[in-house]
């Protein structure tokens, strides 16, 4: 389990979250809504250590992450809008670049299947700058599959089938489903409730900020 506790979180001077409470099940998925500017993206990154919390603690199982930071981080895969990629490498070294900020080791038939778990292998050697904004999507997305060889608990995602086609969006939903198959969880900010072809939990961040008014 996940617990959020009492957290208060800034973006910029304003005040996103204030004595945010909930509880995320393990090897579950998790999906947050809200209209824009409700704190989705804020969230996520808190989450996932990129946005500092002003208050309150995050624990996974009564311990606090952040005690520990880089376990924390090399214990989940957080993809943002931006998807991280430099333009001026190709698919493959992009991907293998990210393998080794997170300190994990692969070989060249690792790397093609993974490009290959999102129909992106044939663009290998494409430059990011070449790449179409789907393109781009998927070559991110990739590294998901390296939650199957290394020790990956939880992915943080923030609109990640923005962008995909039909045939790529099949292929996501396939890697959602082997991930919560190996009891991983899932927190994930999305328009697309299509995206989970097996139970989820929804967070609704307005329903939350409204119940705290009434």
């Known amino acids: 389990m996940l617990y959020l506790e009492g957290l208060t979180i800034k973006r910029g001077n304003k005040i996103v979250f204030s004595d945010f409470n909930v509880v995320i099940q393990s090897g579950s998925m998790t999906v947050i809504k809200g209209k824009n500017g409700s704190g989705k993206s804020t969230l996520l990154r808190a989450i996932a250590g990129f946005t500092p919390l002003e208050q309150g ?15 924390w981080v090399n214990n989940l895969i957080f993809l943002d809008t931006k998807n991280g990629l430099s333009k001026d490498l190709t698919v493959a070294e992009n991907l293998y670049a990210w393998l080794t900020m997170k300190g994990w080791s692969t070989d060249k038939k690792n790397l093609t299947m993974a490009l290959k778990s999102v129909g992106m292998d044939k663009y290998a050697d494409l430059y990011i700058s070449q790449c179409s904004e789907g393109l781009k999507k998927r070559a991110a997305l990739a590294r998901l599959y390296f939650s199957f060889n290394n020790k990956v608990d939880f992915w943080i995602l923030d609109e990640p089938s923005n962008e995909l086609d039909k045939t790529s969006l099949v292929l996501f939903k396939q890697l959602i489903s082997i991930f919560l198959k190996q009891n991983g969880t899932i927190i994930i900010a999305t328009h697309d409730l299509t995206i989970a ?15 705290r008014v009434l």
């Open 197 to 211: 072809e097996s139970e989820f939990k929804i967070l609704d961040l307005d329903e939350i900020k409204k119940q």
């Open 57 to 71: 603690t995050i624990k996974k199982d009564k311990k606090n992450v952040f005690k520990n930071y880089e376990e």
